[in-house]
Structures are given as C-alpha cells and as structure tokens.
C-alpha cells in the first residue's frame, strides 16, 4: 500500500512564468515555485518567458502528462496548448510570494476550454480578492476588445463623412448639405454605413472576447438592435452605451449555454446553430421588450445633458477629460474617456471627442518640445526620442510621450496631466467639434476638426504647458541629486585636505590580493567651485590617499597589467576590481553613484553621470530590489563601453523598494551598451536571479571575507 507521501510526489505539475518589464521577477517566480514543488514532494516543469524569450519550453509530452498548469505572469501567455488541463493563472508576484498555495489552488482549478475558456479567472476568483481584480482585468480586455475592432470603422465613417463635406457640401441655413446624385453624396453615404457598423462591431466583439466564436451573431445582432431605436419605440436608441451592454449580455448568456449538457449527436451544432439562435432570439427580446427602452431614455437625456454643456461646466468637462487622457497615454484611463467621445460622435454630439482630440497629441508633442528648448537636461538618445515623439504628436499618437514617462514617471507624468487639461478645457469652452475619435493635427488637416483656430491654440498652449512643467520638475530634481550626491564618486574628502578639487578615480587596479578592498589611483583634478567643497560623500580609503600624491601621472601600463591578472568571473563581466565586500552608502540612489563609481574605475565607462542617469532612470520604471536582501541595478546604455558587472555587500541593507520588504544587503550591479551584441549580459541576469534563489549560495556570498572569496562563490554561476 502507498503511502499519501508517495503519492503526493506522483503529482506533476508545469508552469509558465512571464514579466513584461524585469526579467529577474521571472526567473525568481520560477524558482519560487520550484522550491515550493520539491518541499510539497510535487514534481514541477517552469517554462521561463523572459527578456530573451522562452526557455525551458514546455513540451507537448510535458503538457499530455501534467495535472495542472500554474501561470504566474504579467503579460498574455498563450493558452491554447492547456486544451483540457486544470488552469491557475495569477500575476508574477502570487509566484514569488505564494508558491506553496498556488500549488495547493491548482489541484481544484476550472479545466482550459478548446472554444477560449479559461480556467484563470474563476480559479483565481476562489482565492478570494485575487479574484475580484481577475474578474475586473476579463470586464476590461472584453470591452477594449471591441473598441479595437469599432475604431476603424468609426475612423473610415468619420473621415469619408468629414471629406465629403469638406469637398462636395455646400453652405445651407442648417449646415453643410451635400446635393443629391453627386459622387462626394455617395462618398457620404458609404461613410455613414461605417457610423452605423460602428454599434454592432462594438457590441459583437465585446461577445467574441467572452465566449468566443458562438457569441459573435448574438452580439452584433444585439448591437444592431440597440442603436436601432425602431425596435423599441425610442428616436434615438440605445446608442454605444446599449452596445455595451449587449455585448456583455450576449457573451455572459453563450458562456451559460455553453455549460447545458446534451446529447453526443447534438454537440457539433451547437456551436453553429443551436447556441447562436437560442442566445440571439433571447438576448433580442429582452433588449427589445425589457431594458432597450430605458437604456435609450438615460442615453438620451445624457446626449441633451452634454449637448448643453457650455462655459464653466465645458471647462470643468474639457479639463477632467484632459486629465483622463494624458495619465496613461493609451491605458484603461485613457481609453475610458476616449471610449466616452467615440461613442457620442455617432449621436451628433462632436464637442465632447473635440475636448479628446485636443488633448491627445499634447503628450508626445510637449515632451518632444522639452527636449528642444532645454537640450541639456537630456541625453543624445532622448533628444532623438523627443524628435520621434513629435511626429507621433502631429499624428494624435499619445503613446509617443510613454518612454518619457517610463524614464521619469515622477516629472513627465503630472506635466503631461496638466497640459492635457489646459487643452481640453480650451477646447470644451470654445465648443470645438471633432467628427472622428481621433486627434493631433492630422484631424484638423484632414477637415473633421469644428473650430480649427481655437483646436490649434488648446493644442499649442497644453503642449507649452506640458513642456515648461516637464523641465521645471526635471530641473528641480537634477538640482536635489546634485545637492545631495555631487562626490558620490570617491575621493571628496582627500581633496579637501589638499585644497586642489575633488580627486578623480583613474582606471587602475591597486593593492590586489591585499585583502583590503578594491582601490583606485587618484590623480588630481581641477579645484571644483566652493558649493562642492563642503560634501560629505564617503571619503577615499587612507590608502588611496596616499598612493595619490605618488601617482601624478596616469599608469595605463599598470591599467593593462592588472586587468590581464584580474580574476574573472560572470563571462569576465565582474572582476575583483569591481567587487566591494562593505558598501558605504545609505540610500539607494547614493549606492548607484558608488558602484557606478567603482565601475568606472574598469575603464569601461565613458561617462559616469550617463549611466547613473540611466541606472536611476530604470529604477524609476520599477524597483531592482527582488526580494530577499537583493538587488540586481542594471542600466543599458551608451555611457558604457563594455558590458561590466560590479557587485556589493551592505552590512546594514540599504532600503530598494522590494517585493518582500527587506532592505538589500546583495547588490550587483549589470551595465551594457546599447548596441551590445546578443543577449549575454541578459542571461548573466537570469543566471544570477536563479542561483540567488538559493539560500547556500546566498549564505555563501555574504559570509565571504574579502574580495578573493566573493569571486571564489560566484564562479558557482553558470
């Protein structure tokens, strides 16, 4: 007889674990799990989709043989391979925190459907809050689903319409009126088909989202309804509001048919026959007899409340809607206005999109400004970057400002918000029109844009808005760093002492084997100005002092000698030259500056203030530090090089911002060039990440006495 140990370990488990912005949480997921398999006595498999693609792939024996299929990630990962198998998808940090519960979870989790079911959210749902924001991440892809398929149409309906107008209508006591029989009156009429489709594209794909393919007919056909108020006895209809609601409604009613068991001979029609006219003919009635008009009364009375807007309510309207754009330049925020002025275009109520559409290139454009009126606050690749997003701006690509915010989320993020303000409450109080859900100068040139004059003064004055506000916070901030970290590069005390300026670290190797720590040979710089002689940045070693006034010249001899002799670990990337077993630094922005620092003295970096920036610039997409008393800093930019790795060890752990809280006490440190070839120094992270996971090699590393040993433990990466 067996015993309930024995056949525990009978359990085979895979998982796939995947993080769009850091590779490291990857491969720390993976290990997570891993460690939790082996102690439950679970075999486990960890397909690995990071930075340098998939590794460990998951085979089609893999997948035929597993119990369960646990996914921990922040992006898409496709699922259609787990045809059959139980399902647990969560984010990458439910890996690293919980391992041990998502293997327990995984045993009861929904099986993956062959028609796009998934088994993720409702086994997530169990595990109760996860649940609700899994439930609310399905909700939102749905609806975004369809506004992806309704915006073309909407664009080719809105421009057809506007050019039409523009070239074949004529003036008339009511507008502009295009004669009859004329070809630009047939290039009109093709345009309000695409404002027609619009609803039922909107409606159906929202269904498709949900339930797939048999929730395609429902959905449009309910759409099609909605924005038809002659089914209901409403002149306006539901419009896209009804649209929505369908479109959830037809794909929520497939997902339950979809459960009703019948008979093997009935199961090939059902997909094609039985539950599209079963869900179209209820979900049809129901709107039409029941909910169609109400939802048409509140859509109609929202139009009039919109329609009325006018001074300080457009203002208020236009400046909430600004604000809404410019936070997440194409996020749920942003989208969720965007959404709202779409769907009103089609109602004859442009003003709202006109709000949108002037606030929508302001981003891009009043980033690409910043770069040109304060060249020096930005690096070469910025400056190209700004010149890029200029373009996208002409063109109403907001995502054009999102590397800028990514780079300094603290700065361009809230200047971006008010400039988009500035522009959309200009253009809510001039009534500004937009007759497609699209924006940027483009619109106006094409001829869809009402008020073109005032368009292009909310436009010019959210982009100045946004560009003054962008330097004025990057200013500050640079100023603070400078104030705070001006000799964070070694030596600010011993040229005090001398009266000569600060002493600049020369890429040489001193002392090796000394056991005293890795020191540079100071020479002696240019006295710096009087606000930089009061520093308090950590001192240079009494050591280092010394072999400076001995060393007025630079020893590259000395530089190739002890480089050739350097023990080399990580692909040759770390060296004893640049690892320090006692950090001085306090903070983490400091820490940067010091290991950046003893980077520099590899000779390997061309300039040291670049790839701090750079180093602080990724810090600000998200924290390095990973948990367990690590830190992986890491920055890939042309201030370098050469790829070079550095680490160091803090006694008292230095506050990173971790998932687990924990201050780093392990730092390394991973800095390449832009147009460093392959991927190495990607998988020099990913190594490092895997074997930091064990708790002995950590052990190890810190216990190390001096730099010698350090490099002795870390020949154990491979």
Known sequence: MTSPESEKRKVRLLAVTACPTGIAHTYMAAEKLAQA???????????????IGAENVLTDNDVRNADGIIIAADKDVDRSRFVGKKVLAVGVAEGIHHPGSLIEQVQSAPVQTADGGSGGAPAVGTSGAAGGGKERSIVYKALMNGVSYMIPFVVVGGLLIAISLALGGDATAKGYAIPKGTFWADVFAVGVVGFELMIPILSGYIAYAIADRPALVPGMIGGWIAGHGEFYDSEAGAGFIGAIVTGFLAGYLV??????????????????IVIPIVATTALSLFFIYVIGEPIAWVFTHLTDWLSGMTGSSAVLLGALLGLMIAF????????????????LIATGNQTVMGMCAAAIPVMPLGQGLATLIRRRLYSQQERETGMAALFMGVFGISEGAIPFAAARPAQVIPANMLGGAVAGAIAGVASVEDAVPHGGPIVAVLGAIGGVPMFFLAVAVGTLVTAITTNALIDIKERGNRGADALATAGAGAASATGTGPLVPEPVLAGAGTGAGTAAVLTKAPAAPPAASGATEPQAEPEAATQAENAAEPQPELLAETAAAGDEVLSGYLTGQTVKVRLEAGTKDAAI???????????????????????????????TGLGEEIAIPHA?????????VGFARSAEGVEWGSLDGTQAKLIFMITVPEAAAGDEHLRILAMLSRKLMDIGFRERLSAAPDEAAVLAVLREVQ
Request: no cysteine.
């Open 636 to 644: 890939k930019t042309d201030a370098v090089t050469a790829p070079v």
């Open 593 to 623: 500056r010091e290991m950046a620092a003893m980077l520099a003295t590899t000779g390997k970096v061309a300039d040291l203030e670049a790839l701090v920036a750079a180093a602080f610039a990724r810090e600000d997409q998200g924290s």
């Open 37 to 51: 398999a082996e102690a439950l006595g679970v075999e486990i498999k960890v397909e690995t989709q990071g930075s």
């Open 255 to 272: 997902l339950w048919i979809k459960k009703v068991k019948v008979p093997k001979f009935a199961q090939p029609i059902m997909p094609i």
């Open 328 to 343: 997440d330049m194409g996020g749920p925020v942003n989208k969720t206005a965007f959404l709202f002025g779409a769907g």
